[in-house]
Each structure stands twice: as structure tokens, then as C-alpha cells.
């Protein structure tokens, strides 16, 4: 099994920084859902926001790392 522990040393500089303004944003948004569903009394659980949001995140995350070219 060939495993790459290196998964940033492919990436140029703009995608490293991409991708981490990107998660900033996704982190962020679920902080203002988690703040905003009880805040404004939403009748649903700020997991059905935060996890499909953070899940789907990192499958493309995975996905862009292990990319072949």
C-alpha cells in the first residue's frame, strides 16, 4: 500500500490558500447556524445544517488532495 503522507506538497501556494480561506468559511457558517437556529428559535437541530455541510466538505476536500494528474 502506497500511502502519501505528504498531501499539501502537491498543492501550489494558492490552492494551500484556497483551500484554507474555503474551510474558514465553512467553519464560520457553521458557527453562525449553530449561533442562529436556538437565537431565533428554529424548530430543527443545527446538526441537520453542520453535518451534511461539514461531511460533504471533506469528501471534497479528500477528494481534491488525492487528485492524479
Known sequence: MNLNLHLFGGLTRFE???????????VLKCALVWWAVPHYHAPISPFIVIGPTL???????????????
Open 16 to 26: 494551500r490558500w484556497f483551500l484554507g480561506v474555503a474551510w474558514v468559511v465553512i
Open 55 to 69: 461531511f460533504f466538505a471533506a469528501v471534497v476536500t479528500a477528494l481534491w488532495l488525492t487528485r492524479r494528474e
